[in-house]
Every structure is written in C-alpha cells, then in structure tokens.
C-alpha cells in the first residue's frame, strides 16, 4: 500500500442541532496530543480568549490553548488551506490533520471535489473521509430535506448523536434508514458531550476513504449486504423502517463475477458523468478489469470521478466487481444496463 506523506482531511457536515459544534468545541479545548487546524464558516466554537495568529483577506486564524488551530473562511477554501500551508513554512504553528466543518445545510460535494480537481491542493492534502452527523431524535422531519439525505449519501462514515434520548427500537429504525440511503457508511453512536475524547477521535480520523489504492473489506462486505435491501431490477430502496422518506434517493450495487473492459468502463463513466452531474454523490467500488493483475479503485463525488490500482489479487481469491452508486433521482435501471455492457466477452 502507497504510504501518505501529504496531510488528512476530515470534513464534518450534518444537520442543524446534530452537535457539530459541541463536536468542534472539544476538539479545540481538551487536550488529546493532536494539532488539528479546524477550517470552519464563522466563528463561534472559539472563545475570544485564544490566541490571534494571522489575518488575511477573509481568512481569520487563532490557535487554542491545545496546540489546535481555528480557521475561519468566507470565501474560497483553497484560498485558505493555501494560507495555512504559508503560516505553518513561516513558523507561526503546526498542525498534522485538518478538520472542515459545513454548514448545516451544505453540500458537502463542491468541498470534497476541491481535493480531487485542483492539483496545488492535492499536493498537499488528502482527504481521509466525510463524517455526517445525525440527530437520532429528529432524523425524521429532518430528513425530507434534499440537502440533508446528500449529506448522508456522501459519508464515508456516519455519527449517530443523542441516541441517549430515544430508545433502542427508534436507533435500530433510524439504523435501516441510514443503511437504505448508504449502505456503505459504517454507523457509530455517541453522546457528543459525554463520550471518551479518544473514542471522539476514533470516530472522526483514519477512516482512509478516498484512498485509491483501498477499499476496506469491511465496507464491501456491507455494500454487499446492501443488496439485501435493495430491490431487484430498478434497485430502488425498500421501505425498511423509515426508508419512505429516502424517495429522491436512489441506491444501486452492482456486482459481477466475470471481468469489465477498461475503455467500456471509463466510456460508462464520463457518460454517467454527462448524464446526473452533481445528482450522483457517490460511486465508490472495486473493479477485476480484464488484464489486469491488479484491482482497480473507483473513488467518484459528483463530476469528478478518479480510479487507482490497487493490491494484486491473491491467486485463490474470487475476483469480482462491486461498485456503489448513491444519488438523486439517478436511474439504477441505467447504470446496472450500462455497467453490465461493460462486461468483456468471452
């Protein structure tokens, strides 16, 4: 496996009342031996007792008594991550991990495309995996927002918060909603203002998911039990639970046994890029591509869509394709047509 010398990035997104801020809050006051540069819309996680270090346009920095930073941004992230990078050479501070709070109803797909398109920052930084937050005691109004089931299908890892106020039967409900929307994303629980700040931590860092050379088994293992949830054919999300309200979002895996022709394969993508834009959040998935020795990665946020190589396969291991598609009002029927006419002959 590739070793990382750049830096991780963590965003955070979820709903309004999930507990970011409390989240963010701890981070910046308790200690826990990490230099995390928090990048965040406005201030309000940050006291004015920290400690100012530089302003620049609309890019304002302190730093916490933890040795963290606070970056506020109004315009353009690029902008400020570049100014981060000039802060720490100019030895004002360090940090080793940078963590991106969004808004509250933002879409966190125009954020995470600024780590794969522009190339000055993927110099530097890479991004380790979008956690969304989500309120276990009102999941259910919020969820009738677009914006709120987007922030759920782009997760690569989801913090169920509040648990503590509802009881078992509604967490295990809200369980099969997330799995219907993102079969992929793993669902920790926790109690922001009580849990363990390394347990926190735990939650929010390596999750290494847009790594091109690595798919963790255990995220195909639940793409795969995904299908289980989905209906064959048009591949639509079954009314698990609370799953009706998923009706704009549109989950699909394909899987197939036999290898993918390379060209027909990224044909099928730039096409499915045409075709839904910024409505497919996420592809993601393992590709056994004909001659090839080695498995392929598919990492895809809306119109940026990137594949890697990965390890060999093993010589007795079943090589087969799984790949995750999660949008809104993307058509299943289509890509599973598409992506089957991506099958070599023979």
Not at 46 to 63: H, P, R
Not at 252 to 270: C, E, I, W, Y
């Amino acid at each position: 496996m590739a070793v990382r010398l750049t830096i991780p990035v963590t965003i955070v997104t979820g709903f309004l009342g999930a507990g970011k801020t409390t989240l963010i809050n701890r981070l910046l006051r308790e200690p826990h031996g990490e230099r995390i540069a928090v990048i965040e819309n406005e201030f309000g996680a940050v006291g004015v007792d920290a400690e100012f270090l530089a302003k620049g346009g609309e890019e304002i920095i302190v730093q916490l008594d933890n040795g963290c930073l606070c970056c506020t941004v109004r315009g353009d992230l690029a902008r400020a991550l570049q100014q981060l990078l000039e802060q720490a050479k100019a030895g004002n501070f360090e940090f080793d991990r940078v963590l991106i709070e969004t808004s509250g109803m933002a879409d966190p797909g125009p954020v995470i495309q600024t780590f794969m398109a522009e190339t000055a920052i993927e110099a530097r930084f890479h991004l380790d995996g979008v956690v969304t937050l989500v309120d276990a005691l009102n999941v259910q109004a919020e969820i009738e927002r677009i914006e709120h089931r987007s922030q759920i299908g782009h997760a690569d890892r989801l913090l169920l918060t509040k648990t503590d106020l509802v009881g078992p039967e509604r967490v295990a409900e809200v369980r099969d909603l997330l799995a219907s929307v993102n079969p992929r994303a793993p669902v920790v629980e926790g109690s922001l203002p009580t849990v363990a700040i390394d347990q926190l931590m735990s939650h929010l860092f390596e999750i290494r998911g847009f790594m091109t050379d690595y798919i963790p088994r255990d995220e195909i293992a639940r793409s795969l039990h995904g299908l289980a949830l989905l209906e064959a054919g048009q591949q639509r999300m079954r009314p698990v639970g609370l799953a009706r309200h998923t009706r704009d979002v549109v989950t699909t895996v394909f899987l197939a046994d036999k290898p993918l022709d390379l060209d027909l394969l990224n044909g099928f993508l730039d096409a499915a890029i045409a075709r839904y834009g910024a409505r497919l959040w996420r592809c993601k998935g393992i590709v056994h591509a004909l001659g090839q020795r080695q498995r392929l990665i598919v990492q895809g946020v809306q119109g940026a869509i990137q594949i890697g190589s990965g390890t060999t396969w093993r010589p007795y291991e079943p090589k087969q394709t799984v790949l995750v598609f999660i949008g809104e009002s993307i058509e299943a029927s289509h890509i599973q047509a598409g992506l089957g006419a991506c099958i070599a002959p023979g």
